[in-house]
């Protein structure tokens, strides 16, 4: 069992209601229950956990908290008969990072069914360039393969986004034609090279008319985004068109009526990376570390440390950030103070 204290990203609430998160010293007994203890080498920055990061209720039941749904590393102690000190492992989505501690800290706690054994074919590094923005993707892309890639163009929105970005490199592996949907021009040369046909603003996607029906455009949507823009893609879907939807940073609602379902049978299929069942779960990864697997993904990627954390999750919530973040536990830390 580890003895020494170590760092973590800690969200706490002061007495006048602030929240702010901070590096802080930890000791395993401060960690929720579970079987599994694993030193993290790398963990990541997603949309949810820079919501975790300012306590918003709606994604953190309590405080004090430590976000970060995604964890890879290597295991410390074990009450698993499955797992030993020493075996790589990575964990995403189940309650990690918004109802029990998650992976922004030098050793996570979970229990053995949150655990999947490291891939063959994927560093721990990789697995975290991945991470839930890259599962998420490759279950879209998963229900995507319904449509023939010869029918047409597939349409991702948010592309210069996690998930957006990996489910562009993920379609063209698999022969689509992606149309890639982003408010950053600058994300373009990006895009391209991770084999966007062709490259767009919002403004040419987004329709703010009452119109039930658009002229049909795409035979499939990669929707992360949700709000008018998801409801803008299902009226320009082709008849048999599948759309997915996993976000809703443009908001909740969906005013919309039924007609392309009922007139040209689109298909909404909503993406649930948390909960997804375990056999389906290690299928996708295996499919990411086999045939679907991504080279040349670094571009992508910037990485920080805990304490860079703050400065990240405030670009993430203001839309600055393009494809993945690494967040890196073991880099050194300025200073700490004790739990």
């Keep these: 069992m580890v003895q020494q204290p170590f760092n973590g990203y800690l969200v706490r609430q002061d007495e006048q209601g602030t929240v702010a998160g901070s590096v802080e010293q930890l000791t395993v007994d401060n960690l929720p229950t579970g079987e599994v203890l694993i030193r993290v080498a790398y963990s990541s920055l997603n949309y949810k956990d820079a919501l975790a990061a300012t306590g918003h209720p709606g994604v953190v039941k309590q405080l004090p908290h430590i976000p970060g749904i995604d964890a890879a590393g290597t295991v410390a102690a074990s009450d698993a008969d499955e797992y030993s000190p020493g075996d790589q492992v990575l964990v995403?989505?189940?309650?990690?990072g918004a109802n029990r501690f998650g992976g922004w800290a030098q050793y996570v706690r979970v229990p053995t069914d949150y655990v999947v054994p490291l891939p063959e074919g994927l560093s721990l590094r990789e697995s975290m360039i991945y991470g839930t923005a890259g599962f998420t993707a490759a279950q879209s892309v998963m229900a995507v393969e319904q449509v023939d890639p010869a029918r047409g163009p597939v349409v991702v929105t948010g592309a210069s986004g996690g998930v957006g970005s990996l489910a562009v490199a993920l379609l063209s592996k698999s022969g689509y034609e992606v149309v890639a949907v982003t408010g950053k021009p600058a994300a373009r040369p990006l895009l391209e090279r991770l084999g966007a046909r062709q490259v767009i603003g919002r403004e040419e996607v987004d329709d703010c008319s009452d119109r039930p029906l658009l002229k049909a455009r795409w035979s499939a949507a990669v929707d992360t985004v949700g709000g008018n823009l998801l409801a803008s893609v299902l009226r320009s879907t082709d008849h048999r068109g599948v759309v997915t939807a996993c976000g809703l940073v443009a908001?909740?609602?969906?005013?919309?009526?039924?007609?392309?379902?009922i007139l040209r049978g689109v298909r909404l299929i909503g993406i649930d990376s948390a909960m997804c069942p375990r056999p389906e779960r290690l299928a996708v990864w295996q499919r990411l570390a086999g045939p679907w697997k991504l080279s040349d993904l670094e571009p992508?990627?910037?990485?920080?440390g805990l304490d860079e954390l703050d400065r990240q999750v405030q670009k993430i919530l203001a839309g600055q950030v393009c494809g993945r973040t690494l967040v890196v536990p073991e880099a050194p830390i300025c200073s700490s103070t004790e739990f």
Excluded at 92 to 96: A, P, S
Excluded at 300 to 304: F, I, N
């Design 92 to 96: 995403t989505g189940y309650g990690m």
């Design 251 to 261: 908001g909740a609602e969906l005013a919309m009526t039924v007609y392309p379902f």
């Design 300 to 304: 992508l990627v910037q990485t920080v």
